[in-house]
């Protein structure tokens, strides 16, 4: 079972940008959708958005336009570069297989603030 390590966190002031990184362990990465999630303090996990094998993404509403998934096959990595970062994307940010999720990794803390 595949297992995931998310790193690229960190604190960035409104309007500002980062790229988050998630590292795939396992066989068979390419062969499936992978997606990032977030849960911000007392709320549940979210879907942010997605990208297929074959590099089809869809975004939640409230990143889209900001937000960008995308994915390296030959380094088993998915990435989310995220521009006009609002204190509202403030939360811990997790990726996952997307049809048949694995544990949950660590994640990493995006905090958007002035």
């Known amino acids: 079972q595949a297992q995931f390590v998310e790193s690229g966190g960190g604190l960035v002031q409104p309007g500002g940008s980062l790229r988050l990184s998630c590292a795939a362990s396992?066989?068979?990465?390419?062969?499936?959708?992978m997606a990032w999630y977030r849960q911000a303090p007392e709320k549940q996990r979210e879907l942010v958005c997605r990208?297929?094998?074959?590099?089809?993404?869809n975004y939640a509403d409230s990143v889209k336009g900001r937000f960008t998934i995308s994915r390296d096959n030959a380094k088993n990595t998915v990435y989310l570069q995220m521009n006009s970062l609002k204190p509202e994307d403030t939360a811990v940010y997790y990726c996952?297989?997307?049809?048949?999720?694995?544990?949950w990794g660590q994640g990493t803390q995006v905090t958007v603030s002035s």
């Open positions: 996952n297989n997307y049809f048949t999720p694995g544990p």
């Open positions: 396992g066989s068979g990465f390419s062969t499936y959708a």
């Open positions: 990208i297929t094998f074959g590099g089809n993404t």
